[in-house]
């Protein structure tokens, strides 16, 4: 053993797993898509169908509203990507360009102005912080121990 483990085997884990990993609902359906996913299209980013909706955010239907597709990540349902321009917020995978590729764009250039703000903030902040330690600092006498 060499003093230490000599692969990953963290994706075997079992306290990775919840509860409903062990149901037969759950385990059938599942195993049920993921052989015929063995003979299917390997399409990227493909999220799976059965055995959906175990874990789902207080504010899913809101997300649905306003137009999220959703995918599985850690068994909760969370928004991937939402649709423009009243699309179906589903995937249609393909050879080319993904029908989510616009959305993502969007959202990148959306969060970049959001992040952009956020870091102006952050900068104001830190100088007003500054400022103010100064302003202290040179009228708060230390003392020595």
């Known amino acids: 053993m060499n003093d230490g ?3 990953d085997l963290f994706s075997l884990d079992i306290s990775r797993f919840e509860k409903f990993h062990s149901e037969t609902k759950f385990i059938t359906e599942r195993v049920t898509e993921t052989l015929g996913n063995l003979y299917a299209m390997h399409w990227p980013y493909k999220q799976l169908i059965t055995s959906r909706n175990q874990k789902i955010l207080p504010y899913h239907e809101n997300l649905k509203k306003k137009g999220a597709c959703f995918g599985q990540a850690a068994a ?22 993904q029908n989510w590729y616009e959305s993502a764009k969007h959202e990148t250039r959306l969060h970049f102005l959001h992040y952009n703000i956020y870091v102006q903030i952050i900068l104001k902040i830190s100088l007003v912080l500054q400022h103010i330690l100064k302003c202290l600092m040179n009228k708060v006498a230390l003392k020595r121990i």
């Open 76 to 97: 909760f349902e969370r928004p991937m990507w939402y649709a423009l321009n009243g699309n179906k917020p589903e995937y249609e995978y393909s050879f080319g360009y």
């Open 5 to 7: 483990i000599s692969e």
